[in-house]
């Protein structure tokens, strides 16, 4: 069974600290995806980023960056010059079954950023 | 290009009342699945829905059902509410295509069982 842990339950930063929100996950299957969301109060996810089995490259968008390594199963995230716009609940999932098309998100159980003033 | 959208927003029900909440996927997207959230954690998969046919189903009771319409829009049915039942649940939406896996999801529907 697939499962994704995100050990860090809620994290406070001041403006313009960087933060790494930690993601590790478990799964049998060689061909998955690996998601970043956001959770603002509002409720809605938004969509950060998604990440392939087979391309272990990490990737910089803006402020955002993202370390996929399979060798220790993480896919860590990180906010350069963190803003109090970024507070919000961040969820890191993991998608099995590519191959079918049938996948499913499995959800770690986030982390609460709160970046003050 | 519009999002996905679910209807209602908020939602008071009492136990063992029944419960309809609605959503239309993106524009272009053929597959809907259904997720709850409780309060602090993350979201559990329900089912998801394509060519209007339950395809993948979660660790759920069949007191929930669901439906897909020709249009692709779906709804999730909640039958014999329990107070366990309170959470956000959320619509998500994707293109049914090996390779195209990301999948958007809407605003949420509140549902607070009393």
């Known amino acids: 069974a697939q499962k994704v842990t995100q050990a860090q339950t809620e994290i406070s930063v001041v403006e313009k600290e960087d933060v790494t929100l930690d993601c590790v996950y478990e799964?049998?299957?060689?061909?998955?995806?690996l998601f970043w969301y956001k959770q603002p109060p509002s409720g809605e996810l938004v969509f950060l980023i998604r990440?392939?089995?087979?391309?272990?490259q990490n990737e910089i968008s803006g402020r955002y960056s993202w370390n996929f390594q399979k060798s220790t199963s993480s896919f860590n995230f990180t906010i350069t010059a963190s803003q109090v716009v970024d507070s919000a609940v961040y969820f890191c999932a993991l998608s099995e079954a590519v191959r079918s098309g049938y996948s499913t998100l499995t959800f770690g159980k986030g982390t609460m950023l709160l970046v003050s003033p | 290009d519009a999002g996905v959208t679910q209807s209602p927003t908020h939602l008071i029900k009492t136990r063992g009342q029944q419960v309809t909440l609605r959503c239309s996927p993106k524009s272009g997207h053929d597959t809907v699945s259904w997720y709850q959230q409780a309060l602090g954690q993350g979201p559990q998969f329900i089912f998801q829905?394509?060519?209007?046919?339950?395809?993948q189903r979660g660790n759920f009771p069949d007191r929930f059902s669901g439906h897909q319409f020709p249009n692709y829009s779906s709804e999730l049915n909640v039958n014999a509410l329990l107070l366990g039942d309170s959470a956000l649940y959320l619509c998500?939406?994707?293109?049914?295509?090996?390779?195209?896996?990301?999948?958007?999801f809407g605003p949420g529907t509140r549902l607070t069982v009393l």
């Open positions: 990440r392939n089995s087979f391309d272990e």
């Open positions: 998500a939406s994707r293109l049914m295509s090996v390779g195209t896996d990301t999948q958007y």
């Open positions: 829905y394509y060519e209007e046919e339950e395809r």
């Open positions: 799964t049998r299957d060689t061909t998955y995806y």
